[in-house]
């Protein structure tokens, strides 16, 4: 203090009351006593609500202040001076506290992140490094690529064997493009005629049994065959024909063996193996 004062005039600068001979406090160059100083610049105790004298240690927080002796745990009463603790909505814990209170869990184990522990994180949820695993090899993803499932992580080789499209013919994962035939995957080199095995994607084709075939291979096998040409009548991409008795005709053999006309929505009469009609039938009378 580089301030004289006359004995009579050494007073408290707030209460005015002598200082001679008692204890006091400077605060910007002004002395205080010890009650004045107390009362105007002490802080009170966030735990006990009590002024912390100049006779006690105080401990600071965010603002907040503490006698030495009301430093503890909001939880488990503990002393926290010299010792680490976190502090949640203006209360103060120790660190154990604080973790089983408030620490962010892994999704994996259900652990605590202790401060300095790696997190893997997708989206809401977080894992330790070592808990973030396939669920179904167990390897831990590391920075590989996963596809989450229903809550699931799924590492690429494991979700592929489980959830990709297979091949109904071949059993293997189709990865680009396929075709579907009542309701089933195929490959599109795998879908082919069940007779002569050409490629039916993008082609006509029709079923025979529940399996597939070309439009040569099943006019050749199943489909009735026309009186006139002999070729098959396939009915694929909606051929008309004609049956009569035993016998069928495409649409456009439907006609007169003598005139050669159409008979399609017409009268015919029959003579021996050939169909005529009504004028050549007269024709043939006279």
Known sequence: MNKDWHSGHFCCWQCDESLTGQRYVLRDEHPYCIKCYESVF??????CSKIIGIDSKDLSY?????????????????????KQFGSKVDKIYCGNCYDAQFASRCDGCGEIFRAGTKKMEYKTRQWHEKCFCCVVCKNPIGTKSFIPREQEIYCAGCYEDKFATRCVKCN?????GGVTYKNEPWHRECFTCSNCSTSLAGQRFTSRDEKPYCADCFGEIFAKRCTACTKPITGIGGTRFISFEDRHWHNDCFI?????TSLVGRGFITDADDIICPECAKQKLM
Request: charged letters at 30%; proline letters at 0%.
């Open 62 to 82: 965010k603002d907040k202040h503490w006698h030495e002796a009301c430093f503890l745990c909001n939880k488990c009463r503990v002393s926290l001076v010299d």
């Open 42 to 47: 002490a802080n009170g105790c966030e735990e």
């Open 172 to 176: 293997k994962i189709i990865t680009s």
């Open 256 to 260: 007169c063996a003598g005139c050669k």
